[in-house]
C-alpha cells in the first residue's frame, strides 16, 4: 500500500535528541521527494526538511538548520529526521509527505500524500 508510516515521537527534556522514520511503499519512494512537516497547536502546518531521494540533496527550514537531519534510504524506502538540541518550540506533531515536487518548497505541490502524524513533545 501506498502509505506513510512515521515512528519515533515521544517526549524529551530541552537539548535532547529524537529521531523520527518515515516508511513508505518503492511506488512512493520513488516519487522523488520526500519531507517532514509539522503543525504546532493553534499553527499552521510548516515544512521543516525535505529531501530529493534521488540525489539526496537536502533543505531546511531557517528554523532547524544546524540542529535537524534529514536522510534516506533507499532498501527500506524511507527518510528519517534526526532532531538534536530540541527546543521547547519544536513542541508540534510532525507529519512525513511524499510527493513528485521540489525540496526546496518542502514536496508541496498535486497530490501530496501524508503520513498520519507523530507527536514531539520538548518540555523546559
Known amino acids: 500500500q501506498d502509505q506513510l508510516v512515521e515512528s519515533g515521537g515521544g517526549s524529551v527534556q530541552a537539548g535532547g535528541s529524537l529521531r523520527l522514520s518515515c516508511t513508505t511503499s518503492?511506488?512512493?519512494?520513488?516519487?522523488?521527494?520526500m519531507a517532514w512537516y509539522r503543525q504546532a497547536p493553534g499553527k499552521e502546518r510548516e515544512g521543516v526538511a525535505a529531501?530529493?531521494?534521488?540525489?539526496?540533496?537536502?533543505h531546511y527550514a531557517d528554523s532547524v538548520k544546524g540542529r535537524f537531519t534529514i536522510s534516506k534510504d533507499y532498501v527500506k524506502s524511507s527518510v528519517y529526521l534526526q532532531m538534536d538540541t530540541l527546543k521547547p518550540e519544536d513542541t508540534a506533531i510532525y507529519y512525513c509527505?511524499?510527493?513528485?515536487?521540489?525540496?526546496?518548497?518542502?514536496?508541496?505541490?498535486?497530490?501530496?500524500?501524508w503520513g498520519q502524524g507523530t507527536q514531539v513533545t520538548v518540555s523546559s
Open positions: 509527505a511524499a510527493s513528485g515536487g521540489v525540496a526546496e518548497t518542502f514536496c508541496r505541490g498535486l497530490n501530496v500524500q
Open positions: 518503492p511506488y512512493m519512494y520513488r516519487r522523488g521527494c
Open positions: 529531501i530529493y531521494t534521488t540525489s539526496g540533496a537536502p
